[in-house]
């Protein structure tokens, strides 16, 4: 799923593409995607762009008059930029909407269609897509503590929790956790000053860093390989790759529908974090340690 950093550089290209344009019309092609009934989405018609912005994980396109349209891409959504003479890419394009000097698609590359769109009058009605998360990058440390803390989680979960930090997901919470040498199961009422220091500097560094990487990739071109996958990623996406700090094999966890890539040796001081499913199957002989683990796989 798109993050806080391809989202930031998808708004920042939709507002040098698209302010003071008219929304030609929007077209449907798969009348699913559309989660709203009033106002019609025949009322954005020309319409001209004012602005884009991010609610949390979701892209908001602000045209004239107080309409909105709300994109929510979930994991396998997209935007796409292409002339008006382009054909279709109807296996995968869920709504089409025309400008004069170019089509914006909104594509979902998965049979499960989770993407969605809304239109919402008024700057009331975007009140709803708002989890109550706040904004990392403009935050002060004692306001990332105080978010944190309100409820007692593991790092893992309250770095991807929309209703206690906004725009983060899976892939970014492995690499800064990685890059606060931290556990993602170590729970937030632990942490100690040193530790929440650690971890806010860690946040705000990964995901500047990640902003800038690509926007210097994306350049004045839209983007095109939007992925939670890439190859600058210290650990998420690189299990059993060597850790970029130690060498080591990068280890993960599964759990539910997610996962959590983490360095044992940069994060855990070695030791293993049990997988929940393989864990209770293996039982006693689940290898505790890294070490114990390579021994294994080598005989």
Known sequence: MPELPDITIYIERLRALL???PLVRATLFSPFVL????PPIAETHDRTVTGARRIGKRIVLELEGELYLVVHLMIAGRL???KLSSKVPRKIALVRFEFAHGALFLTEASAKKRASLHVVRGEAGLGQFDRGGIEVMGCSPSQFRAAL???NH???RALTDPRILSGIGNAYSDEILHRARMSPFVQTHKLDDEGFERLYRATIDVLAEWIERLRAHT???FPERVTAFRDEMAVHGKYRQPCPVCQAPVQRIVYAQNEANYCARCQTGGKLLA???LSRLLKKNWPRTLEELEERRST
């Open 19 to 21: 302010h003071g344009h």
């Open 35 to 38: 989660r709203s009934i009033d």
């Open 275 to 277: 997988d929940r499913a």
């Open 80 to 82: 796409k930029w292409q």
């Open 219 to 221: 350049g004045d071109r």
């Open 154 to 156: 593991t790092l893992k």
């Open 149 to 151: 803390i309100r409820e």
